[in-house]
């Protein structure tokens, strides 16, 4: 089945900064891949997410790169405030044929410092 | 607009207990369905999918089951809890034809 790698666990950086959050999957039938956001005892917030026909995906600060040769999808955010600070996750889905179940990432605890 | 609620929030209950959660959808029709577990913060697991009501797909075998007495709910349960079925419980659902999964606020379950 499916497997999804994130790295790194944890990730510090100054405000202003950005980040980077790598994901790989290791299912080349695998072609839709959402990152959600979750903050301290909140369910999951979509953020972006990529279909496999597109390489890349930006909305304001937030950019998903995808690298289907090499099976990984990356996270960036740019100008990083306090309120980016939050558990982020990758995610992957085979799609619809598999009742559309998503295969997490272990998480990455971004925290932006002021 | 759809939502979508969790209830409870949070629950405190004693090894050997029994357990009912409920996920209910708001504003959409024949929602596909999903519980998952989060243990420590991280990694969220899918324990059960549902495409329809009396179609439930069982992804962990577990002490915990779920079912779907109307479209728009879903229940999931455990005769006798463990300790270790302690968490956080998240509901999901998704249109059917659509990718995205959206997620509810989540309960709190503590066994002691």
């Given at each position: 089945g499916e497997n999804v790698e994130q790295h790194p666990s944890t990730l510090s950086v100054q405000e202003g900064d950005s980040a980077v959050i790598k994901c790989t999957y290791s299912?080349?039938?695998?072609n839709y891949f959402p990152w959600y956001k979750q903050e301290l005892g909140k369910g999951p917030q979509l953020i972006i997410d990529i279909r496999s026909n597109v390489g890349e995906k930006k909305d304001q600060r937030i950019a998903v790169t995808l690298n289907k040769t090499a099976k990984h999808f990356s996270l960036h955010i740019t100008e990083t405030q306090p309120e980016d600070s939050a558990v982020y996750f990758c995610a992957a889905s085979i799609g619809y044929n598999q009742g559309g179940k998503l295969i997490f990432g272990q998480g990455t605890e971004l925290s932006v410092k002021p | 607009s759809q939502t979508i609620h969790q209830w409870p929030a949070t629950l405190v209950q004693p090894v050997g207990s029994p357990l009912s959660l409920e996920c209910t959808v708001e504003g959409t029709s024949n929602p596909n369905l999903y519980w998952y577990r989060q243990a420590a913060g991280r990694g969220l697991q899918l324990l059960f999918y549902s495409i329809g009501i009396d179609q439930i797909s069982s992804e962990v075998p577990q002490n915990l089951s779920a079912s779907r007495p109307q479209d728009r709910q879903f229940i999931l349960s455990s005769k006798k809890l463990l300790l270790s079925d302690s968490g956080f419980y998240l509901c999901a659902w998704r249109s059917p034809g659509r990718e995205t999964q959206y997620f509810g606020p989540g309960t709190r379950l503590l066994v002691l």
């Open positions: 299912d080349s039938a695998s | -």
